[in-house]
C-alpha cells in the first residue's frame, strides 16, 4: 500500500511513516518504478505495535530491538518476555515513588491547612518550610 493509504489507516501523518522507516522500526517497503513506497500489509500491524509499546513507556531504542527482523519477522521470545518484565518493574518502582510524593504532597497541604489563627501566610510558609526541613518550631529550643 502507498505511504497516504498507510497514513490514512494508520492515523498517523507520511512523515512519521518515512521517520520510522529511515530509523528501521519499518521494513520491507519496496520503491515502485515511479518512486513511490509500497508498504506490505504486515507494516499496519507493526505500527499498532511501536503503538502500544509506545504507550507503555518504550522508549522507540527499545522498541527496534524488540520487534521481529522485517526479513524472518520472527520475534526474539526470551529477549521480549524480559523486556516487558523490566517494563512492570519500572513501573512498579514509578507507582511506589509517585506514592511516596503523594504522601509527601497531602501532608505539606494539611500542613498548610492548619495555621495557627492569626498567623500571616508569610510566617505560615516559614513555620511550613521549617517543618518540612526537620527543624524545631521558632522559639522553642532544640
Not at 1 to 10: T, V, Y
Not at 16 to 39: H, M, P, T
Amino acid at each position: 500500500m502507498k505511504i497516504g493509504e498507510l497514513a490514512k489507516r494508520s492515523g498517523l501523518p507520511p512523515s512519521r511513516l518515512r521517520f520510522y522507516e529511515a530509523s528501521g522500526l519499518i521494513g520491507g517497503v519496496r520503491r515502485q518504478a515511479n518512486g513511490y513506497r509500497d508498504y506490505p500489509p504486515q507494516t499496519l500491524q507493526t505500527l499498532e505495535i511501536i503503538g502500544c509499546a509506545q504507550q507503555a513507556g518504550f522508549s522507540l531504542e527499545q522498541i527496534r530491538r524488540l520487534l521481529p527482523d522485517p526479513d524472518q519477522q520472527h520475534w526474539a521470545h526470551d529477549e521480549l518476555l524480559a523486556s516487558l518484565r523490566a517494563k512492570v518493574a519500572e513501573i512498579e518502582t514509578l507507582q511506589q515513588r509517585l506514592g511516596q510524593n503523594k504522601t509527601q504532597l497531602l501532608a505539606i497541604i494539611a500542613s498548610i491547612e492548619d495555621k495557627p489563627d492569626g498567623m500571616h501566610c508569610t510566617a505560615n510558609a516559614e513555620r511550613v518550610l521549617a517543618q518540612m526541613k526537620g527543624e524545631p518550631p521558632q522559639g522553642q529550643a532544640s
